[in-house]
């Protein structure tokens, strides 16, 4: 497919590589354009302008939140402005369902196809095209989009034929993420301060009734503090809190845990963690009792 | 081994036998005397007394709280009274940390041996032989002990050489089941409430990031409310919450997920919930959020 | 003075009623008109539109939320657009800190003067002429607002001469207010399951420490069930607390009593409290702890 | 009256000077004898034993927790093997309200009186004999009680014939206290940060709706941070949360702030805090902040 890319951050740039390995023609556009550099190498074109990007069958678009994702869809030489009647906005971007809804109608109203399919995984798991899609859409849409997703993920999940239905599913697992990287915080602090070895407690969970990645991973995280690249900034973290609890508002649904994350996410940036990763607060539980180790 | 079993509820009698499956001579011993006799049909011993269980190498006990352990433990009759010197005592109970350290210093002073080696699994589990025993306790006693624990379970994890240690882990790992229903159960609300299928959407959650075990049977007694046995029940739920936040307590921890979970139990609790299993808090989420489907 | 006055709603009809009986020249306008009809009995101009309302020294306006307030004050015919250069706009409504701003630099912009007056006290006060106004903006433009005030209140309370500030006061009063809502409904759940006369209990502790009007009111409101008329609807307490968490989010300011206030407001209209009195969030304690009367 | 008063820390040797001035006979006992000194100075007998404190017609304990009430009323020598048929122990101490049914049991067994009669107030108040004294038991009792409370205290208020119902309104009522300082500690954390003086804050508070004097004195604890002698020490206040805790989930009421509190005072404690005033809690939510001023 000739497919645009727009946001060639630590997950966009993996992602747009792997398009371009599925034989796609992609054209990358990123607001500091010194990023497309290495995927021009790689095969991509780079087009100077969102408009330009928007000149094939699909774009994708995968920015850091709602403003970013508002600035290149609205407006004059916006994606709505720019893509081809019948040609595909794939939003792949955590994004808000209110945000989602509205591109919704905006696409139709301006005759584009729209689709939301945000991802699951880290910049590694991006990078090696594993990552899990959650996608709505209407059926034929999904149908189109389809060989785009099986470029850049392992699986693809349907969810529904209303686009922000899979904005909300994003959402809610970013939520049990962090669920899982609080908790175990809280417990590792309370072994850890008890005397049980905390790296042998982690192995304990995830060789028994833990054994999913996500407790692998953000377990390593929260108790190695070996320095290494940010994975996914506090700040997103905040965001992603923020926009779960928004649309919990809306739908009327108290989330207590929630309320608590976006708590721990404050605390961490009003104390120094803008440029963290976000599997910091897992370590607030610890700093809360007295520092453990 | 000649051993000693005290307390036959859902989990011990599962475990009862397995220690009869694996060749050892067991007594059985529980307060309502009705549930030894399918043992004895197995070929356990039935004892009319805590003190005829301890006439063995070691005794097992596997009671419901702190009162139940130290009634058969302690005064005239008790365990400590009964078992010869040199003996075992292992606790598989879920105590707290306060009862299991008094536990240790009576055993010592009473020249018996003790370990904590407290199991994770639902009574299916136990009755499977597939246990996870997670033990504490001077190496001696442990490698005394390992053939008992090979008949109940799956695997064993040694902690510390301090009994107590393993009643920590077990507390803390129960927090974070509660930690994984309450959370999931919050999440289930949500997508719900906003029109996501939460049988589909719990299949794309254990099939990718959050592929344990535990969410796979939490997230099903959540969402599936066909009526079944309960397997753990709701007040045991809240004594474990209790235990888990008496010991943080204790150590200075504080853990806000823990506070949390136990105001759920008391709601749960005061609401009807004496008789429902556990898992029941997952649901009421949902029920905060007016009534879900 | 000749001011123009927007919102009648239950607190606005109040404070334009005290306009009038203080002297000033008073145009009223509300969206549907009709509660305009007994202010100009009492010697008010009924406008037929903002713009009309805009041709005095000074234009207040009390409405429900910031969407409102943007109505009214942006666009066509709008109080930006209508307002003659110099005049006053006294922004008298529970707005965000962000839309405060909005207003500040707007209104500069056209060469008029602004300032915030929230209010403090339910509808009988503003009748009364009671409220207690806390005011900030430019020293000048307060001094020219003060007679206005006098007119409203019992007392005006200057913070800063930048505006917003004092819409920070007023989300953060309105906070605490929730709080004593909050609690003193978990100490009436606790001492009433407990066997304590609930009224008994509340006379103590307002005759003792807690001898503040906020108590004594909120109070009665949670014991005392009889119906009466809804004074701050429920949907506006939950508004308040989305304004005070965005201002304190923007500030990076946990408030972990905000966020489970916001909870218990989602929870109190997801059960059918969308008209009810904010106070009701008062009896959801009992309601946990299984109804306590 | 002949009347023995056990527990001269800083609120009881405030407590029974003004019942030496009231002209009662006092005999004061304290576990550190040096602290009777001044009072026998100012007319008391100091008693070298429990046992000594218990010859006249009654007894006050006034002590810092479960433990200690229980060490001096328990036992050979104790208030209850001590005190004559038909005397009185009044129990001042803020103590669970298991220990008080139990004492209540173990008097009557014993033909003695006993009253629960704990106290609002702090050292300075005690001093100035105006405490607010809330009186619990038989209406004979409390009515023989009564010129003992006229010495301690300002104002008595009698809740109920059964005695640790007074019990539970202090624990609420210490519950509520801590609920305004946390409260205020958010709202002046959120105003502060965003640039209002926190004294005029303040000031506007106190004079507005929340004009008590629990407000004033917590407030200017938490915003006037010159070192000052400690008035309830933080350890106390973490009891004091966990016996209010344990009084409600024995009831089956969730506290969803006092288990925020409970957990905030672990966070004092486990960071310094064992020697502060309990107030200092008031502060975290301005270092959760960042650090406010």
Not at 58 to 80: F, H, K, N, R, Y
Not at 210 to 234: E, H, K, M, Q, S
Request: hydrophobic share 50%; aromatic share 6%.
């Amino acid at each position: 497919m000739k497919v645009g890319f727009i946001g060639l951050g630590s997950m966009g740039a993996g992602m747009a590589r792997n398009l371009l390995k599925a034989g796609h023609e992609v054209t990358v556009f990123n607001r500091s354009p010194a990023k497309a550099a290495p995927l021009v190498e790689a095969g991509a074109v780079a087009a100077s302008s969102v408009a330009e990007a928007c000149k094939g069958e699909a774009v994708i678009t995968m920015l850091a939140d709602d403003a970013a994702v508002s600035s290149v869809a609205e407006g004059e030489g916006g994606i709505l402005a720019s893509l081809a009647p019948g040609a595909l906005h794939v939003s792949a971007s955590t994004i808000s369902v209110a945000l989602s809804e509205k591109l919704t109608a905006a696409h139709a109203e301006a005759g584009q196809l729209y689709a939301a399919a945000p991802v699951f995984g880290r910049p590694e798991v991006a990078a090696a095209g594993e990552l899990f899609v959650a996608a709505a859409g209407p059926a034929d849409t999904l149908t189109l989009a389809q060989p785009l997703f099986d470029a850049i993920g392992r699986q693809t999940f349907v969810f529904s034929d209303t686009p922000s239905k899979a904005n909300l599913v994003k959402l809610s697992g970013n939520f049990l993420i962090a669920c899982v990287i609080e908790t175990l915080g809280e417990a590792l602090a309370l072994v850890g301060k008890g005397g049980v070895d905390q790296k042998q407690y982690l192995d304990f969970l995830t060789s028994t009734l833990f054994g999913a990645p996500v407790y692998r991973n953000y377990g390593n995280l929260i108790v190695d503090t070996t320095p290494r690249p940010v994975g996914f900034a506090a700040p997103l973290g905040l965001k992603d809190m923020r926009l779960a609890l928004a649309a919990a508002e809306e739908l009327r649904v108290p989330l207590p845990v929630g309320s608590l994350l976006r708590d721990r996410f404050l605390t961490l940036l009003a104390n120094g963690g803008e440029g963290q990763d976000w599997s910091a607060i897992g370590r607030l539980a610890a700093k809360d009792a007295g520092g453990v180790v």
